[in-house]
């Protein structure tokens, strides 16, 4: 069995602030990590995937995440925010040997104040 | 190179109504998905395609959603009679292999009076 969970429906930053969105999951085998974004009446959009190489992984548009495997969290940051960055933010595992089905959390919603 | 297409993209019927929505993947990825989206949720899997056989659809609801992928390109999902809880965001993807990067289409969104 697989879950995620992202803290916070909603978070909300000054421009050129530092962006946290916290993830923690649970998983049964090593996992693939992944984050994902979804602009208004769009899909998903890959943002970076973690699979067992470094555990700090680097994304598009400044986004990066680290694995932290003894506290089961991929947390997502990006060092100063930018109004285009206003967006949902899904965080999604899978299970390295099983189906590779991802599970989703329920988003984040980052907000971006001028 | 295409992304993802999905038609339509808004669809509103009225309840016990038939309704179809048709997806087209990113050339040469054999595996497909179809999601729900409900409003401020994760997309939740209903049905994972590799080539033209359906895997991964226990999260399907038969007795009202079907779904096909002839030649193992196109995909669509039908829902009938559909409720008025069916009034979501369906969201298709596609890959290179199920372990590979899922990309999106932009979704139909469906709503049900």
């Known amino acids: 069995a697989q879950s995620v969970t992202q803290l916070g429906s909603h978070v909300s930053v000054s421009e050129g602030a530092l962006v946290l969105l916290r993830c923690n999951y649970s998983?049964?085998?090593?996992?693939?990590l992944f984050w994902y974004v979804q602009y208004p009446n769009q899909g998903l959009q890959l943002l970076l995937k973690y699979t067992s190489a470094a555990t700090l992984v680097k994304g598009i548009n400044g986004f990066e995440a680290e694995f932290k495997k003894s506290e089961t969290s991929f947390h997502l940051t990006k060092p100063s925010a930018h109004m285009s960055d206003a967006a949902e933010y899904f965080c999604a595992v899978s299970g390295k040997g099983g189906s590779y089905i991802p599970t989703f959390g329920r988003g984040t919603s980052l907000i971006v104040h001028p | 190179e295409a992304g993802v297409v999905q038609s339509p993209r808004y669809k509103i019927i009225e309840k016990k109504q038939p309704v179809a929505f048709w997806c087209n993947p990113i050339s040469g990825h054999n595996t497909l998905y179809w999601y729900l989206q409900n409003l401020g949720q994760g997309p939740e899997l209903l049905i994972r395609?590799?080539?033209?056989?359906?895997?991964?659809d226990s999260q399907l609801p038969k007795d009202r959603f079907s779904a096909e992928r002839l030649k193992g390109v196109d995909s669509t999902l039908k829902i009938q009679p559909a409720e008025l809880g069916d009034s979501a965001v369906y969201l298709c993807?596609?890959?290179?292999?199920?372990?590979?990067?899922?990309?999106f289409g932009p979704g139909t969104r469906l709503t049900v009076l």
């Open positions: 993807a596609s890959s290179l292999g199920r372990a590979n990067e899922q990309f």
């Open positions: 395609y590799e080539n033209e056989e359906a895997v991964d």
């Open positions: 998983s049964s085998v090593p996992p693939y």
